[in-house]
């Protein structure tokens, strides 16, 4: 039961770890979608693109381990109601 509380711990504290990291960068893709400009170099365009694709991509993986660790929680408080 210990062991339980103490994972559900870590997860609360993973979870506000991802919802931090999702703020900044949501933060950083406005800010770099702000900035471009479709009269500007193809190559500053292109890499912009590319930034943002990255931005994105990690974006993605935060909500899939969110995801993942809020089943996690949704079962693990499941089982302490049923030891309890």
Do not use: C, H, W
């Amino acid at each position: 039961m210990v062991e339980l509380k103490a994972r559900l711990y870590d997860i609360g504290e993973e979870l506000e770890a991802l919802r931090r990291e999702r703020e900044e960068l949501i933060k950083s893709i406005k800010e770099k979608a702000y900035v471009l400009d479709p009269q500007s170099f193809l190559p500053t365009l292109t890499a912009k693109t590319a930034e943002l694709q990255e931005l994105n991509s990690r974006l993605l993986q935060n909500l899939y381990r969110s995801s993942e660790l809020l089943k996690e929680q949704s079962e693990l408080k499941a089982k302490l109601g049923v030891l309890s």
